[in-house]
């Protein structure tokens, strides 16, 4: 098992800058990717940004792009989401993932195939 914890949510004004962390403990040595996924009210959960843990190689939802970037420290078994230019938009509950499995191309952006979920943190962007 892989337990999840997220931090870093919270009340930014559009234009403005969070960093959100997600820890992982247990048995963090089967973690393939990890991810982060958001849950706005009344829609589907989507992607947001993963990181493949052997060669950092990562990956970003278009919408995101140039904005968020994902990062890990391996030291401390977290992953960071560095999110700026905040829009209305991005306002939701994020979520952090972690999956052991070997994906390709566009498996990694489908929730599904994450065994592992944080308990979620709160964006909220001000127009």
């Known amino acids: 098992q892989v337990q999840l914890v997220e931090s870093g949510g919270g009340l930014v004004q559009a234009g403005g800058s969070l960093r959100l962390s997600c820890a992982a403990s247990?048995?963090?040595?089967?973690?393939?990717?990890m991810g982060w996924f958001r849950q706005a009210p009344g829609k589907e959960r989507e992607f947001v940004a993963a990181?493949?843990?052997?060669?950092?190689?990562?990956y970003y939802a278009d919408s995101v792009k140039g904005r968020f970037t994902i990062s890990r420290d391996n030291a401390k078994n977290t992953v960071y989401l560095r999110m700026n230019s905040l829009k209305p938009e991005d306002t939701a509950v994020y979520y952090c993932?972690?999956?052991?499995?070997?994906?390709?191309?566009?498996?990694?952006?489908?929730?599904?195939?994450?065994?592992?979920w944080g308990q979620g943190t709160q964006v909220t962007v001000s127009s």
């Open positions: 993932a972690a999956s052991p499995r070997i994906m390709i191309g566009t498996m990694r952006f489908a929730p599904n195939m994450y065994d592992y």
């Open positions: 990181i493949r843990w052997s060669d950092v190689s990562t």
């Open positions: 247990g048995r963090t040595f089967s973690i393939y990717t």
